[in-house]
């Protein structure tokens, strides 16, 4: 079974810089689908950062692009499988609960929901204005 791990949530000012790290276990194809999705207070989910499992094609959110990036840690012979969230020039409606997500391999990495089936327990960011 695949299990995903959320870490490096917290606060930060605006304007400042946060990254979030997604470990991996069990397999992850190279096109494996995996990404970060965020809940708000309120508001439905929302995919922001996807890409391939291995890096390549990534998709933003209009929200983030600009802002925040993916980097991929992950190869067939990986000892530790990371993805993470690098977010920089924050702003406060980036506060949210963020989730690393996995799903079957897509030409593209979609940033819908519907389409991932393994999810973290998420990690809380705040930011402040």
């Known amino acids: 079974a695949q299990v995903l791990e959320e870490s490096g949530g917290g606060s930060v000012q605006a304007g400042g810089s946060l990254s979030l790290t997604c470990t991996v276990y069990g397999d992850i194809g190279m096109r494996d689908a995996l990404g970060w999705f965020r809940q708000a207070s309120g508001k439905e989910r929302e995919g922001i950062a996807v890409?391939?499992?291995?890096?390549?094609?990534?998709?933003?959110?209009?929200s983030v692009k600009g802002r925040f990036t993916i980097s991929s840690a992950i190869s067939r012979h990986s000892p530790v499988k990371e993805m993470t969230l690098f977010m920089n020039n924050t702003v406060p409606e980036d506060t949210g609960t963020y989730y690393c997500a996995a799903g079957p391999s897509r030409w593209w990495p979609s940033l819908r929901s519907e389409e991932y089936n393994v999810w973290g327990q998420g990690t809380h960011v705040t930011v402040s204005s």
């Open positions: 890409g391939w499992a291995y890096g390549g094609r990534t998709s933003y959110a209009e």
